[in-house]
């Protein structure tokens, strides 16, 4: 079973018929995917999120779980990135309102937080004004900017992490595509809702949005750099222990 998971993964310049893979080795793998357009990213970013929930659940002592393959080849499979990107913004009116109005409680709550005034400022003057009224309107495309960058926990959007593996996840297709590219925080309470009771939610999905890789959370409202580097880690940490049958030296 591990040699042909091994010749799925394209551990260049290995030898696949030697499992002891150093934690080094799966970690560069790791960073070298990268979400694209081709089929081929896909399927090996899809891969290994699969193997990772397999994994993970094998791993769990505690009850002693099997992964639901069923449920799994029931549902069509997209690669979610867990915090927003700007490219897929919505695209009519109706959607751009139903979007902001989906945001417009977690952006109000952080609004006495003066880092974020100029973020709230902008978001409230096009809910007011109803600028997501007009397709050409500047407003609506500098405040979804602003507000997608405050809860990615980045200071401005910079689009290489976006499409890393610590900001990906799988998730069944009409869970995805109905919740048109929402902020992190409402993305959680949809899926949250929707697990075990609409859609067969992966556990690794579920514990991304309940933090439960995060070392230390001081929030619950956006996915920052820390929090991808701890799910990273955890990946790196599972999927050599998988193969070597060893836990990395701390």
């Known amino acids: ?81 867990i915090h927003s990107v700007t490219t897929e913004r919505a695209q009519n009116k109706k959607e751009r309102e139903e979007w902001l109005d989906s945001a417009w409680p977690y952006i109000e709550s952080v609004a006495s937080d003066p880092k974020v005034f100029e973020m709230y400022t902008k978001a409230k003057d096009v809910r007011d004004n109803k600028f997501y009224d007009d397709e050409h309107a500047t407003e609506y495309d500098e405040m979804y900017n602003s507000v997608i960058a405050f809860f990615s926990g980045e200071t401005g959007i910079d689009n290489k992490p976006i499409n890393e593996i610590s900001n990906l ?8 595509r109905g919740y048109r590219n929402h902020i992190f925080p409402v993305k959680r309470n949809k899926i949250l809702e929707k697990s075990g009771v609409e859609s067969f939610i992966p556990l690794c999905t579920k514990n991304v949005f309940l933090k439960f890789y995060s070392k230390t959370v001081s929030q619950m409202y956006l996915w920052d750099k820390n929090d991808r580097k701890d799910y990273f880690d955890k990946m790196a940490d599972e999927i050599f222990y998988y193969l070597s049958g060893t836990r990395k030296e701390q």
Not at 41 to 58: A, E, G, P, T, W
Not at 169 to 176: C, F, I, K, S, V
Request: cysteine-free; hydrophobic content about 30%.
């Open 1 to 81: 079973m591990k040699e042909r998971i091994i010749n799925e993964i394209d551990f260049e310049d290995k030898d696949k018929t030697d499992f002891s893979f150093t934690h080094e080795v799966v970690e560069e793998y790791l960073k070298s995917l990268s979400y694209s357009d081709k089929k081929i990213d896909k399927d090996k970013i899809r891969n290994i999120l699969l193997l990772f929930n397999v994994i993970s659940m094998q791993n769990n002592t505690d009850s002693d779980p099997r992964f639901p393959f069923d449920s799994y080849q029931k549902q069509k499979w997209d690669i979610e990135h």
């Open 169 to 176: 996840t799988l998730l069944d297709q009409r869970t995805n």
